[in-house]
């Protein structure tokens, strides 16, 4: 390593790009903060008009008896859980997708700092990396995992998985009631419930796959991972 001092001038000049860098940086966790913030605000309103609706059933059965009024009444009320449930579903997976820009742009950030001090790179944990690669990585996501049928599972431990399933588990619940709405045998009800279930869980992984297959073209990989391509 060179021991030369650089000029003055330099310095300044290094010393600016790295507050302005160190400037984006905290701006950008700051928005990440943020967006979490609003992801579990949003689980949480889904999930106290999820048991308002439960508790109000609830009463309703209790008077009616579970007859034609209360049917009217849930089939009713479960499409709006519904419909609040798929528009959390999908604020979620915008936030997510929100969430991936910024750990992208942090890791450009990154990259910056190596730039000018290439030989702080042993101290990073982090990707400086913009690619999947590098995301995943700045994430805690390996990429040779994600790709088992392990990381299926893994869908259903995040937000817009395991509400998935609730949402599912709702339309599962109307389709019920309305084949108790036509009369059908219990048989009949019970195919009701499991093909609502089914269908609403096959639609919203289709939804959530698409979902992230459509990025912006801003983040494109502007620098790549060493050998992504022979890794990948």
Do not use: C
């Amino acid at each position: 390593m060179s021991t030369e001092i650089p000029p003055a001038g330099r310095d300044s000049a290094a010393a600016a790009k790295l507050q302005i860098l160190a400037t984006e940086h905290w701006s950008l966790l700051a928005t990440r903060s943020l967006t979490y913030t609003e992801s579990l605000g949003r689980v949480n309103i889904f999930l106290a008009i999820l048991s308002g609706a439960v508790i109000a059933l609830a009463l309703v059965a209790q008077a009616d008896r579970f007859g034609p009024t209360f049917i009217s009444i849930a089939i009713f009320v479960l499409l709006v859980v519904l419909f609040t449930g798929v528009a959390t579903i999908a604020r979620l997976m915008h936030l997510n997708r929100d969430d991936f820009r910024w750990v992208v742009g942090m890791n450009r950030l990154r990259h910056g700092y190596l730039e000018l001090h290439p030989e702080l790179e042993a101290h990073f944990t982090a990707s400086p990396y913009d690619d999947l690669r590098g995301a995943l990585q700045t994430l805690g996501i390996d990429l040779v995992a994600a790709r088992r049928v392990g990381s299926a599972l893994h869908v259903f431990q995040t937000l817009p998985g395991m509400l998935s399933v609730i949402v599912a588990a709702v339309a599962g619940a109307i389709g019920a009631l309305i084949a108790l709405a036509v009369a059908a045998p219990q048989l009949g009800v019970v195919l009701s419930a499991a093909a609502g279930f089914l269908i609403a869980v096959v639609l919203m992984g289709l939804w959530g796959r698409r979902s992230f297959t459509r990025l912006d073209p801003s983040l494109e990989p502007r620098f790549p991972s060493p050998n992504a391509s022979e890794r990948g």
